[in-house]
């Protein structure tokens, strides 16, 4: 067996200390973006195998299918960088660690098979170590808890514990994570809440900061999260009626037409196209399907269009790209048409979604994200306007346009536009 020599203070920055020397119940970590989180925990998790015979983890995140790109690489990684990964043996099928010298193991899970979780046993010590990567995207605190609960049992080592780390970037503070781990009132017992920011990573490069320092003065509201790590802020989001939820598609279509959504981008913004069933007699929309994606030229939206079995829909396009319809449309994307977008159309389809509550599939990431960014403005003495900030809003728009069909369908635009004027909402 190799001499292992790890000098922990160069390996993970002070932040990060706490995940070798407390022992709480519940370590979190919520942070900006890069700021180190994954990769310190990836660090532990190794260490924690090498160093405490009765250690094995179980690694969550929201879909089991995501841990193979992202926390079994990083393992690899990581385990590499210690100089023992030779001492494991990686299993990517499955994906499984395991620790050669015991048989110690890194198991990999996602929330959407919690039923895989219960049933979990190991060979050697116990499944006392949980990690939950990106836990942001739990929007389920009970499914949380099913998994945490599996973590029970005598541990046989006289020093043993329990113990379940988070890690996350903090976009919303309407979420069940801000209660139980960081709020003084509400917070758990023998939990340590943290915030690390890019600034505790001294691994970064320095385009990295650039860009992240850019974003403060491009998208304030985004940068809070993305580089300070503080929580986001529901204040003035656009629409705030949305749940982030699991719902069976089958059931929903039942009384629901879909409709869908394109916004064009390319350098800087992206390509953004949605799916979503309306049902107009509850006022529920379902978002079910994203497409989110820079540097998108025609060949390629047609391409996905088509791959994704969208040839044959009616879709709702953005007006300003007439050639990019024209394209689309000449090349098979036969039921493709402009969105009408009449002046003062912007705030009557926000005025009109406003009115329903939005259900997102958990896996419709960008989607998220920007109904938990996409904001109204303020003028010079800080007081709201009417008027959303032009920002984190192509999935947005994508929405508004799809949503074209049924916003009074029987009444004429410009009919509909004087109505929405004498509501007051109108530009
Ligand atoms: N301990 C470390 N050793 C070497 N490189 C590191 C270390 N920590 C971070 N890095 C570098 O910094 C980058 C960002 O770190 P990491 O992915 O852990 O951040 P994060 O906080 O998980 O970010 P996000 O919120 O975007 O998931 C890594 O891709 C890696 O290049
Ligand atoms: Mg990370």
Redesign the pocket.
């Known amino acids: 067996m190799p001499v292992i020599n790890w000098k922990l203070p160069e ?3 002070a932040a ?1 200390a706490p995940l070798f020397n407390n022992h709480s119940r519940y370590l979190v ?1 919520k ?13 532990k998790v190794i260490h924690d195998i090498v160093t405490k015979s009765y250690v094995n983890w179980l690694i969550l995140r929201r879909y089991a299918n995501t841990n193979r790109q992202s926390t079994f690489t ?1 393992l690899q990684k ?1 385990a590499n ?1 210690m100089k023992v990964g030779n001492l494991f043996q990686f299993n990517s099928s499955l994906p499984e660690i395991t620790y050669k010298p015991t048989g110690q193991k890194i198991l990999f899970r996602g929330a959407d098979k919690p039923l895989s979780i219960t049933s979990i046993s190991v060979e050697t010590g116990n499944l006392c170590r949980l990690w939950v990567e ?1 836990a942001y995207q739990l929007e389920s605190e009970e499914a949380f808890d099913t998994v945490d609960e599996s973590m029970r049992g005598i541990i046989d080592d006289p020093g043993g514990f329990y113990q379940t780390i988070l ?3 903090p976009w919303n503070e309407r979420h069940w994570l801000k209660k139980r781990f960081f709020d003084t009132d509400t917070r758990v017992d023998n939990s340590l809440a943290l915030t ?1 920011t890019y600034k505790d ?5 320095d385009d ?1 900061v650039k860009r992240l320092l850019e974003m403060k003065i491009r998208n304030p509201r985004r940068a809070r999260v ?1 580089v300070d790590g503080e929580w986001g802020v529901a204040e003035g989001l656009v629409f705030e009626n949305f749940i982030v939820e699991q719902f069976d598609l089958k059931q929903v279509l039942k009384d629901s037409v879909i409709v869908h959504g394109l916004d064009f981008g390319f350098t800087h913004d992206p390509t953004a196209f949605i799916e979503a069933a309306v049902n107009t007699k509850t006022k529920d929309i379902y978002i079910f399907n994203e497409l989110y994606q820079i540097g998108m030229l025609t060949p390629h939206i047609l391409k996905w269009l088509v791959a994704n079995g969208y040839q044959n829909t009616e879709i709702y396009a953005d007006a300003a790209e007439p050639r990019l319809i024209a394209e689309l449309k000449a090349n098979g994307i036969r039921r493709i048409k402009k969105s009408k977008k009449p002046n003062g159309s912007i705030m009557y389809g926000i005025d009109y979604i406003q009115g329903f509550r939005i259900h997102v599939l958990p896996k419709c990431l960008h989607t998220i994200e920007e109904l938990n960014a996409y904001a109204f403005d303020k003028d010079k003495d800080g007081n709201w306007l009417n008027k959303p900030i032009d920002k984190d809003n192509h999935l947005m728009d994508a929405l508004r346009y799809a949503m074209e069909l049924l916003i009074m369908p029987h009444v004429k635009t410009q009919d509909r536009i004087e109505a929405f004027k004498q509501l007051g909402l109108g530009r």
């Open positions: 390996m993970v920055s990060y970590y942070g900006s973006r890069g700021s180190g989180k994954s990769e310190a925990q990836a660090t990083l990581v960088r990106e890690t996350f970037n690390t990573n001294p691994f970064l490069d990295y993305a």
